[in-house]
Nanobody, 126 residues
Framework: VQLQASGGGLVQAGGSLRLSCTGS????????MGWFRQALGKEREFVSA??????????NYVDSVKGRFTISSDNTKNTVYLQMNSLKPEDTAVYYC??????????????????WGQGTQVTVSS
């Protein structure tokens, strides 16, 4: 499975961006899809994850983005989105999407994800 992340960029604090992650295989409905980020000099951090299909989805967020970020999935397009609103300078990082082929509930355990995208840079200026 190849994952392609896109949508990053430079935005002012309070602005919005939407990240996309498109996969090479039509199996998103069985995977857990996650977003992680890594700021310069810091460890990788879980951001959000989603699993499910047929209109029934489960989502998970790190506390720092709850109420600001929304994860969604379009399984017909093999694409997962991360809508990021009210961005803050501390959201600046390289954002990665990842796939856990074992499925189940969405989680933030990076070691359980099998495939990773190449990352997209998000920079929020103050």
């Amino acid at each position: 499975v190849q994952l392609q992340a896109s949508g990053g960029g430079l935005v002012q604090a309070g602005g919005s961006l939407r990240l996309s992650c498109t996969g090479s295989r039509r199996v998103f409905s069985t995977y857990v899809m996650g977003w992680f980020r890594q700021a310069l000099g810091k460890e990788r951090e879980f951001v959000s994850a989603i699993s499910g299909s047929g209109g029934v989805y489960y989502v998970n967020y790190v506390d720092s983005v709850k109420g600001r970020f929304t994860i969604s999935s379009d399984n017909t397009k093999n694409t997962v989105y991360l809508q990021m609103n009210s961005l803050k300078p501390e959201d600046t990082a390289v954002y990665y999407c990842a796939a856990d082929v074992d499925g189940g509930l969405p989680h933030g355990v990076g070691e359980k994800y099998d495939y990773w995208g190449q990352g997209t840079q998000v920079t929020v200026s103050s």
